[in-house]
């Protein structure tokens, strides 16, 4: 993927070439897809964008009830992917380019869908904290991507430890809902 | 506090006679103390530090034991206080401010520390899942900050849910420990 060649090399250190070398096409049809760099990291971070609305729309498609939240944030932990993780990684070590990128483009979509998927779980009466968990619980992966920087963890063993702390949360959240 | 400052009226736009005014003190003995506000920022961030290398210090001085990991990490948390919630917040909107000043700066200082510590607390031994743990739950208030971004969640709501997250992260830990 473009985004670990990124995460390698650097992003402003890459082109276009390279990351066409690295998935084995031609510069043109590289091309044919992607106009530039910003292109690919803004089409990346708008299908992330699109699973969470997928995300929103299928938990309200279901039954209200006790299980929903669990079910709910255990089927976006339990989809990550080391490749997301990747995305993620890339996000946080470049918050410049995320901030220029975000005007006008998809990029705001993620966290602003994952809030209200939090919104929708956590009830229009919910206190604070209880909002605050639930979003938290959705947004564990983050939280041990930036937690793992510097531990030379792996990816598989980032991924484990951001579905344990979930579960941690969910446990939390049943102790007060 | 100058930091609450910046976080209204954004860090470029703030400059040293408003933050004198805001402390009800002359700019010329806010300049014996700080001679730009790069110099505010860092000593902020340096206390932190120091804060968290005495932390390290308590640790190792204490008498290992199970539930050495447990007085720590709230040792650390319970001591958040609203004024280092505004400097986290600080830290999470101004990221290419706090790459330029953790240049040679004790800016690096206070993540390297909490490292340390969660490193001394999980064991020489501890596979990654461990250390990921211990270092989530040290870096709690963090994850609620961000967790909390435009949620309009008061600075108490954030510090207790903080609270809440240190504790679920310390139950998962029991019981893979």
Known sequence: MALALFS????EATSLREIAEHLGISKASLYYHFKSKE???????????DEAA?????ARAQEPGRDLMERTVLRWVD????????????????????????????VGTLRDSLSEVASYLAGDDAG????????????????????AAGTG???EGIV??????????LGELRSIS
């Open 8 to 11: 390698t090399k650097g992003y």
């Open 39 to 49: 292109d690919i990291v803004t089409s990346q971070m708008s299908s992330r964008g």
């Open 54 to 58: 997928d995300l929103l729309a299928w």
């Open 79 to 106: 989809a990550t992917t080391i490749d997301k993780l990747r995305g993620i990684r890339f996000i946080n070590a470049n918050p410049a380019l995320m901030r220029t990128l975000s005007r006008g483009s998809g």
């Open 128 to 147: 604070p904290a209880r909002l605050l968990l639930v979003r938290m619980a959705l947004l564990s992966i983050n939280t041990a991507a930036s937690a």
């Open 153 to 155: 963890c792996t990816d």
């Open 160 to 169: 484990a430890s951001a579905k344990r702390l979930a579960h941690a949360l």
